[in-house]
């Protein structure tokens, strides 16, 4: 088990920003990949943004591409999401998840534990 606690959710006007924080227990979050989604209500939960086990390789779904910005802290067992430019479509519950593997990955599916989700409103 890998437990994943986010917080850094809220209310935010558009054009705002928010960071999203995601700490995961154990010693092996420096091995695995991780990745952030959120789901709207009445919508599917969808891809965000993932970031493999060092950092060095990350993916974003294309429409939050030069916006938001996934990294992590492995010394703190921490990976972030910060949202700028903040926009009404991006309202929705963001869920943190980790793989058991160490390269990135865009599908829930790939994803073996999750956190309970931090809301995320944005006002026009």
């Known amino acids: 088990q890998v437990p994943l606690v986010e917080s850094g959710g809220g209310l935010v006007q558009a054009g705002g920003s928010l960071r999203l924080s995601c700490a995961a227990s154990g010693r092996t979050f420096s091995n695995k990949a991780m990745g952030w989604f959120r789901q709207a209500p009445g919508k599917e939960r969808e891809f965000v943004a993932t970031?493999?086990?060092?950092?060095?390789?990350?993916y974003y779904t294309d429409s939050v591409k030069g916006r938001f910005t996934i990294a992590r802290d492995n010394a703190k067992n921490t990976v972030y999401l910060q949202m700028n430019g903040l926009k009404p479509e991006d309202t929705a519950v963001y869920y943190c998840?980790?793989?058991?593997?160490?390269?990135?990955?865009?599908?829930?599916?790939?994803?073996?534990?999750w956190g309970q989700g931090t809301q995320v409103t944005v006002s026009s």
């Open positions: 970031i493999n086990y060092n950092g060095a390789v990350t």
């Open positions: 998840a980790a793989r058991i593997l160490a390269a990135s990955g865009r599908s829930s599916a790939q994803y073996d534990y």
